[in-house]
């Protein structure tokens, strides 16, 4: 399998894909496509018409679009553990799933995935303030009512498709000094953590592609850190 990707600093669908493949073993091979270049359109136009990224290419397969890509793995590895097992636990897992993939303008607006960049705590706005609370208490849901009755600090337990999906929210929180509830601390500290997301941050840092007014500032060198709030976000 071949997965078509944007720059690791600020492709957050591209992360999605690639994060959950690189944490479940899921072997396959990737190549970056450079995003607001003039030769991304005609690079990525020959692999998918729709012109953007992710696309994973599997023989005569291809499949585009973060969710559908995650639901193609779902099927070609189903013993991998890409949903949970438990079927009330992957319904749930599924709908906050297409809740991020859907939602969340808000944030998405305020605060663009950066793994080069740190920045200050970010001034919210009643959309982003909005967003960050329906996102705190969809973590705290499903870590409370299902993450707690299996062996694993993610929302489910272990590792699954709905952790990829939030994976560049964590980021964002970190980067933009978003501060969240001690249980919502520990889910993303195990994130930021996982060695498939300290991978995908180290390779993005390391990217050519940077320009000079996208240089990385000497806080993003350092790892994300959750910032944390003694309240709910």
């Known amino acids: 399998m071949?997965?078509?990707?944007?720059?690791?600093?600020?492709?957050?669908?591209?992360?999605?894909?690639?994060?959950?493949?690189?944490?479940?073993?899921?072997?396959?091979?990737?190549?970056v496509v450079p995003l607001d270049t003039p030769e991304f359109k005609a690079q990525i136009g020959k692999v998918s018409e729709a012109g953007r990224v992710p696309v994973l290419v599997d023989g005569e397969v291809t499949v585009w679009e973060s969710l559908a890509i995650t639901e193609y793995l779902a099927e070609r590895f189903p013993e991998s553990g890409v949903w949970p097992t438990d079927q009330t636990a992957r319904a749930h897992a599924r709908s906050i799933s297409?809740?991020?993939?859907?939602?969340?303008?808000?944030?998405?607006?305020?605060?663009?995935?950066?793994?080069?960049?740190?920045?200050?705590?970010?001034?919210r706005g009643e959309e982003l303030a909005a967003d960050v609370q329906r996102i705190g208490a969809l973590w705290r849901e499903a870590l409370e009512n299902f993450g707690s009755k299996h062996d694993g600090p993610f929302l489910y337990g272990a590792f699954s498709a709905a952790d990829a999906m939030y994976a560049p929210v964590v980021a964002r929180f970190a980067g933009?000094?978003?501060?969240?509830?001690?249980?919502?601390?520990?889910?993303?500290?195990?994130?930021?953590?996982?060695?498939?997301?300290?991978?995908?941050?180290?390779?993005?840092l390391a990217e050519p592609w940077i320009v000079e007014a996208d240089e990385v500032n000497e806080p993003a060198l350092k790892n994300f850190r959750p910032h944390l709030n003694a309240g709910r976000s």
Request: proline share 5%; glycine share 10%.
């Open 98 to 123: 297409s809740e991020m993939h859907a939602g969340f303008g808000g944030l998405r607006a305020a605060c663009p995935m950066n793994f080069g960049k740190v920045f200050g705590s970010r001034d």
């Open 2 to 31: 071949h997965l078509y990707i944007g720059n690791k600093l600020y492709s957050s669908w591209s992360l999605r894909p690639w994060l959950l493949m690189r944490a479940l073993d899921i072997p396959f091979e990737e190549t």
């Open 176 to 204: 933009y000094g978003i501060s969240v509830d001690p249980l919502c601390m520990a889910y993303m500290t195990a994130v930021i953590d996982h060695a498939a997301f300290q991978q995908w941050r180290r390779e993005g």
